[in-house]
């Protein structure tokens, strides 16, 4: 009877060691999943410390960037005196980001990341010498903006690693829509430049125009990722932000520049109140 009983203990035991097993794994997966969700939560988190301080410095060179354009475009006759301040605007900021980077220690998260910062930081080291030769017009605005705008686009891509770094579906749909407006705010910027360049210079030729039209439809192009990501509070803060005179300053000026090819004529907007 004894033999009976520990044979069926035996297979008992044996029945229940998967599901024990299955138990274990399951709440081991769990263990480990929630410790991965708070390391991929604290990285998110230092990365969007980080984040602002980028886009501002994005934002700063986007003027620059601008400015310089017209400033080289219309052989210095315009943006002379705004350069300097710009250009200061630019070093601030870059301090601000230097340090918080140094806070941020890059060398602690993915690779990928820290090779974007190493490399951004690399390109804006050359922005002193490009300086110099937007001053002596030795750089074309093709030349020059896409200096620029190689650098802005190695900023962004920081941001754009954030997505890596978190697996929930929420977060990288977060930083998908900010992606996609920090995306359509750049190309908001190119157009800028050009903008700066055809008014500046009285014209739209050819390959300004092809440019700016381009810009603009691209714009919208990343506005219809943004409402797809985005929530609808988000979607409403930016209809509410982005609307008024000014806005609408933009759009009339933006139509006399598309309707250049008809018109042959810039309608008397200056290229630094455009900017």
Sequence with gaps: ???????????????????????????????????????????????????PEISGLVHELQKERGASAGFVGSKGKKFQSKLPGLRAD????????????VEFEPESFDPILAKSLATAHESLNRLGAIRNQIDGFQ??????????????????????????LSTNYKVNRGITAYIALLQAKERAGLERAMGSVGFGSGKFDNAVYVKFARLVEAQRS??????????????????????????????????????????????????????
């Design 90 to 101: 630019t070093d601030t900021q870059q301090r601000r980001m230097h340090d918080k980077t």
């Design 1 to 51: 009877m004894k033999k009976i009983n520990i044979r069926f203990g035996v297979i008992i035991l044996g029945a229940m060691f998967p599901i024990v097993l299955l138990v274990l794994m399951h709440s081991y997966s769990m263990i480990v999943s929630k410790k991965q969700i708070v390391a991929e939560m604290s990285m998110v988190k230092k990365l969007a410390y980080l984040a």
């Design 222 to 275: 990343f506005y219809s990722f943004i409402q797809t990501f985005a929530t609808p509070e988000e979607l409403q803060f930016y209809t509410d932000t982005v609307s008024g005179k000014a806005v609408e300053e933009v759009e009339r000026m933006r139509k006399i520049a598309m309707q250049y090819p008809e018109t042959g004529s810039t309608e008397g907007v200056d290229g630094t109140y455009w900017f």
């Design 139 to 164: 750089l074309s605005v093709p030349k020059l903006a896409a200096f620029y705008t190689k650098s802005i686009t190695q900023l962004l891509k920081i941001i754009e690693n954030a997505s890596t």
